[in-house]
């Protein structure tokens, strides 16, 4: 759903969803959760960005290390993506600094800076979110890198065994050319958004027997399932 129209404030749409019914974790009241010294308040659902859960999954899975002594970790973004994607925004401007340690040199750079590609080269770990399908070949980046693909393309259609048609997605990264320099490398599709997908399927769970307890506790047994319009 995002960008929004122009007429719908995203930050007001959000305050009219009910918080324990937000599976994407990113409405007002969740945003406490991103510091790490926040308690839990009882009477919500607490929840971080379903994007920074997925990331810290992702690079736990696939044994990256974060607590590397001086590792550099770089943010490329167009600069639409972050002035017209609040998730985007929220992403690159805030959460990365909850997934990534405090240790760690975080920078975020758009292709419109001049020094995007010499700071590339020095990351450790770069997370790509373009609009731009397959722009950074090896060039962009430093040898044994490890590669996250985030923002997903549509380049065209492609036809499934069945005969459905389906949308087909490429990343930012020429993969063909950078996974012969980089050490990992998650591409798009089938990267980081199976991960996103699991995250967010956790959270409805989660969300749905949150609410059959809240039911429970005031005494209105007669409702035995959670149903999708709520």
């Known amino acids: 759903l995002n960008p929004f129209p122009p007429q719908i404030d995203f930050v007001e749409a959000l305050s009219h969803i009910e918080p324990t ?14 510091l790490s010294t926040s308690t839990t308040d ?7 960005p379903v994007v ?18 001086n590792l550099n970790v770089t ?4 600069v639409e993506i972050i002035d017209n994607n609040p998730l985007a925004n929220l992403m690159v401007r805030a959460a990365a600094a909850v997934v990534f340690p405090s240790t760690v040199n975080l920078s975020l750079v758009t ?3 001049s020094s995007t590609r010499s700071t590339l080269r020095t990351a450790d770990i770069v997370v790509v979110s373009l609009l731009r399908p397959r722009y950074l070949d090896r060039d962009w980046f430093k040898e044994g890198a490890v590669v996250l693909d985030f923002a997903p ?3 065209g259609t492609k036809t499934l065994k069945n005969g459905r048609q389906v949308p087909e997605l490429c990343g930012g990264v020429n993969v063909d050319s950078a996974i012969s320099i980089v050490s990992k490398i998650f591409p798009i599709p089938s990267g980081i958004g199976p991960v996103m997908l699991g995250a967010l399927a ?6 749905a027997r949150y609410r059959r307890a809240r039911l429970d506790d005031l005494g209105e047994t007669t409702v035995s399932t959670v149903h999708a319009s709520e």
Not at 21 to 34: F, N, T
Not at 52 to 69: G, I, K
């Open 42 to 48: 009882t009477t919500t659902l607490p929840r971080r």
């Open 52 to 69: 920074m859960d997925a990331f810290v999954e992702l690079f736990a899975q696939a044994e990256v290390s974060l607590t590397r002594p």
């Open 111 to 113: 292709l419109s800076n």
């Open 75 to 78: 943010i490329v973004s167009d």
């Open 21 to 34: 019914k937000d599976i994407e974790g990113v409405h007002p009241a969740h945003a406490v959760h991103l």
């Open 202 to 207: 956790r959270n409805l769970a989660e969300s």
């Open 153 to 155: 393309n549509v380049i």
